[in-house]
C-alpha cells in the first residue's frame, strides 16, 4: 500500500528489484520500474493493476490474485505472470530473448488481451488452468511458440506469427479462431468444438493438425500448409467453407458427416482421404457440394457409410454451370459409398468430373449402388477435352441412370471400363428387380467395356448412347437390350444374353468378331458387321429383322437355334454363311452372298427361300 501512495519511479542500475506485500489489498504500480541490468518481481497478496512500465534487464515476474498489465513490460529474459484472478492484458508485453508466460488457476479466472502485443523470442503461453482464454482486438501475438490453453473455451482473435509450433487446446467447450495464423512450424487446434473464421498457413515444413474432440468443426476460414500436411479429425461433423491446401498428405474425418460445400480441397504432392458416417447415422454421410478436391500424384480416397441415408452425394452446380470436381494428375482415386437401406452408395448430381489422367478409378457403391448423370453430365476419366489412361472399375449391386433429359454419363479413357454388381449380379435399378437401364452413356476410346458379372442374371437395357472403342465388349445378363451403337476399333463384341436379345443399336467390330449366343432367341434389328465371324446362337428363335443386315468382310456368319426357328429378311453377306436350325429355316427378299460356302440345315423342318 506504501508502494501505491508514492506513486514514484523505481530504479536500480546494476541489481535486481523485488516487491513484496501481503494481506489483500490490491497493489497500483503508478510509476515505472526499471532494473537496467537485473530482475524485477512482484509477489503481492492481493491483485496488482498500474499503467506504471516494467523494464527489467533479465526477467520480470508478476504473482498475485488477479492482474491488469496496464503499463508496458518489458524484460531481457523470461517473462512471467501468476494468476489466481482473472488476467487482463491492456499494455505490451515483451521478451528480447525469453519467454512470456501468463499462467491463470483461480475458479472462473480468465485471460483477456485486447489492442496490445504480446512478443517473445522464444515462447508466449497463456493458460487458464479453470476458465477460458480470449485474445481479441488488433493486437498481436508474435513468438517462437505460442501456447493457448483453456478449460472452457478459447477465442483467439489476434493475429498470431510464430517461427515454430502454435498450439491452441481447450478441454471442454468451444476454440473459436477468428484471426489469422502463420506458423513457421505447427498448427494443432484442439477442443471439443472448434471454429476457424480466419486462414491459417504453416510454411516451412509445418502441419494442420485440428482435432474437435467429440464435436464439430465449422469455418469458412482457409487452411494451408505450404509444405506439411493437414488433418481435421476425431470429432463428429466436419463442415468446412473455407479452403483447404496441402503439400502433403490431407484427411478429414468426421464420425456423423462431412460437408464440403463450395471449396477447394488440394494437395501439391500427397493423398487426400475423406472418412464420413458409421452404420448407424440417419442421413447422407458425405456431401461434395461445387466442390473441387484434387491432387497431383496422390491417391484420393472418399469413404462414407450411412444407415438409411445416401453415403455420398456430389453435387454441380445446377442449370449447367461449374462441375464437382474429384482429379487427380496421376493419383488412384478410390469411391467407397456403403448405404444400408433406403438410399444410394453414390448418387452424381447436376454436372460432376471424377477423373485422373493416368491413375485408375474405382467407384465402389456397393449393395445400393451408383445414380450417375442425375440431371446433368458425369465425366469418369477424363473430360471432353482431357485424356486418360487408367483403368475405371464401378461396383454396383443397382445402377440408375437418372431421370432427366439433360441426364448423361461419359467413360472416357484408354484403360479398361467395367460396370459389375459387387454380388454375383444387378438386383436392379432405381427399385428392386427392375431392369438395370445404361441410358445416355458414351464409352469412348476404352481398351475394353465390360458390363455385368458372368454370373449376372438380371435385364440390361442400354439406350440412347454409343460405345466407340479399341478392345472388346462383352455384356452378361438375363434379357438384354442394346439400343445404343458399339464401335470397336480392335477387338470382339460379347454379348451373352442368359435369355433374350434384341436391340437397334448397330454392332461394329471392325477387325474382331461379333457373338451374340448362350440365350434363347436373338432379334436384332440393328446392322450387325465384323471383319471377323458374326455368330447369334440360342434355343429360341433367330432372326435378322428391320435394319440388321449381317456383314463380315473376312469371316463367317453364323446363325444357329438348337430348339426353334432361323429366319432372315435382311441382307447377309459373308465368306462363309452357315445356318442350322432344328425348326423351319425362313428367308425374305433380301440377298444372301457368300463368297465361299453356305450352308443350311434344318433338322428334318421346312426350310422356305424367297427369291
Known sequence: DVYKRQGANIT??????????????????????????????????????GAGTLTAGTTAAVTAAGVTVGGAVLAGG???YTSTGSLIQNANVTSSTGNVTMSISGAGANYTKGTSNLAALQEVSITSAASTVNTTGTGTISAGTVRLTASTGITS????????LVAISNTAGTA????????????????????????????NSG???????????????????TNGTLTISGGTSITPTGNLSAAGNMTLSGSTTVNMTSITASSASGNISVLAGSNTLAGVALTIDRTTISTSTGRIDLNATSNSGSAIEIFGASGGGSPARVQSTSGDIQVTGTSTSGSWGLVLTNNVDITSATGNITLDTGVRGLAPGNGGTTNIGSTASGSASGNITVLADRYWWGDSTTSSTVYKTTGNVVIESKANAFWGAATAGSPVVINKHTFSG?????IGRSTNNSALSLTNGSANIVGNYTIHGSAITQDSAVTTSAGSILIDPSTTYVGSGALTATNGTVTISTGSSVGPTGAIQAGGDITLSGTGTISNITGATLTSTGGEVSLTSSASTVTITKAVSAANIRVESSG?????????AASQDIRIETNGSNAAVTT
Do not use: M
Open 176 to 203: 473459436t479462431v477468428s484471426a489469422t495464423t502463420n506458423a513457421a512450424g505447427n498448427i494443432t487446434i484442439s477442443s471439443p468444438t472448434v471454429t476457424v473464421s480466419a486462414t491459417q498457413t504453416t510454411t
Open 157 to 164: 482473435a489476434a493475429p498470431v506469427t510464430s517461427r515454430g
Open 78 to 80: 523470461n517473462v512471467n
Open 446 to 450: 476404352n481398351s475394353s467395356v465390360r
Open 207 to 225: 502441419n494442420i493438425t485440428i482435432t474437435p474432440n467429440g464435436g464439430a468443426y465449422s469455418g469458412a476460414g482457409s487452411l494451408t500448409a
Open 12 to 49: 536500480s542500475s546494476s541489481g535486481n528489484i523485488q516487491i513484496t506485500t501481503t494481506g489483500s489489498a490490491t497493489t497500483v504500480v503508478t510509476g515505472n520500474v526499471q532494473a537496467t541490468t537485473g530482475s524485477i518481481a512482484f509477489s503481492v497478496g492481493g491483485a496488482y493493476s
Open 584 to 592: 423351319a429355316f425362313q428367308t425374305g427378299t433380301e440377298r444372301i
